[in-house]
Structure formats: structure tokens, C-alpha cells
């Protein structure tokens, strides 16, 4: 079985719940995973070979969970080559509608820039914001969004489809990698 990190941070419990109510039960039917909190993260944690999925959410103006706004300049420094990361992201696309997930975008930006890739884009159909740092391009984020203010009622399919979708993006990457190296 393929092994995942997952690195939190969760200030009301909302990415805490969605992690222990949806997450959980679809992840582990793919993927051995522990689940760490940002706030007490070890160094260390990011030399995984493991799948590493990023949960948070978004804040105010397109502010950072705080336990990861506190982190952001270690964040900053960690090199991420040759690592596979997913990132899934809270936020409120009426309320705040033009800073949508846009914590989901501030890190893959810095992960991508670290030499990490990402995987498990998501559409950005089905959604009502005005802009977010979180789109790749006009029709895809770069990870899994979900609005517990709004849609709560679509995030359950939403991870379970998600959750499908990095198992078989990460399959892929493994295959690919141990074909390269037997090469």
C-alpha cells in the first residue's frame, strides 16, 4: 500500500473535520497516512518519500490558516525536489469571493518554485468566485477546493472523487519513477 504525510493546520476545526470525516475513510483505502499538525511539525517530515497532502484554509483577505502563516518563511526555504505533493484548501467564495482558497495557490506556487511537483488539480467548475491565487488557469485550481460555508453538501463527493483522482495521479508518478530507475 502507497504511503501518504498529511500536514495540517486547522484554526476553527473545520480542515481538521473534513480530514477526520471525509479524508480519512476515502485516503485509506489507497494509502497508509499519518495526519500532522503544522503548529507541531518536525524539520525532518519533509524528507518523506511519501505522498505529502497539504490541508488548510483561507483567511479573511487571502491570509493563511495562522498555524501556517506562522510557518511560511521556514516553508519558504524547504526544497522540495523530487517530491509529490497534493494540496486541498477551505474557503468561503461568497464572503470572500475574491480571495477564494487562495492559500491553496500561495503554497503550490512556493512548492513548484522549490522544485516539488503537484498533483491532484482540481476543476474550477461548479464554483462562484471572482478571482484566487489558488487557479492555475481559468478552469483548474491547483489542488481540491472546498467551501464548508456554501457547498458543504457537495464535499463529501468532492473528496471522494479527489481522493481517487491523486491514487491514481501518485500510481502513475511511482510507475513512472521505478521505470526510470530500472532504465
Not at 489507497?30 to 503544522?38: A, G, K, P, S
Not at 461548479?126 to 460555508?149: H, I, M, Q, R, V
Request: charged content about 25%; aromatic content about 14%; hydrophobic content about 35%.
Amino acid at each position: 500500500m502507497m504511503k501518504a504525510t498529511i500536514i495540517y493546520g486547522s484554526d476553527t476545526g473545520a480542515t481538521e473535520y473534513v480530514i477526520e470525516n471525509y479524508l480519512r475513510d476515502h485516503l485509506s483505502i489507497y494509502f497508509e497516512f499519518d495526519c500532522i499538525e503544522i503548529n507541531s511539525i518536525e524539520p525532518d517530515i519533509w524528507k518523506t518519500d511519501n505522498l505529502i497532502i497539504i490541508g488548510l484554509s483561507t483567511w479573511y483577505d487571502g491570509v493563511l490558516q495562522s498555524d501556517w502563516d506562522d510557518y511560511f518563511d521556514e516553508f519558504k526555504e524547504i526544497d522540495f525536489t523530487g517530491k509529490t505533493v497534493a494540496i486541498f484548501g477551505l474557503g468561503d467564495q461568497v464572503g470572500y469571493g475574491e480571495y477564494f482558497v487562495d492559500g491553496i495557490g500561495i503554497l503550490a506556487k512556493e512548492i513548484l518554485k522549490n522544485g516539488g511537483e503537484i498533483i491532484g488539480h482540481w476543476p474550477s467548475e461548479g464554483y462562484e468566485f471572482e478571482t484566487s491565487k489558488a487557479s492555475l488557469d481559468e478552469n483548474t485550481f491547483y489542488g481540491l477546493a472546498l467551501d464548508e460555508d456554501n457547498q458543504d453538501e457537495l464535499s463529501y463527493d468532492r473528496v471522494k472523487e479527489w481522493s481517487e483522482q491523486i491514487h491514481k495521479e501518485y500510481q502513475v508518478k511511482l510507475s513512472s519513477t521505478s521505470q526510470t530507475s530500472i532504465a
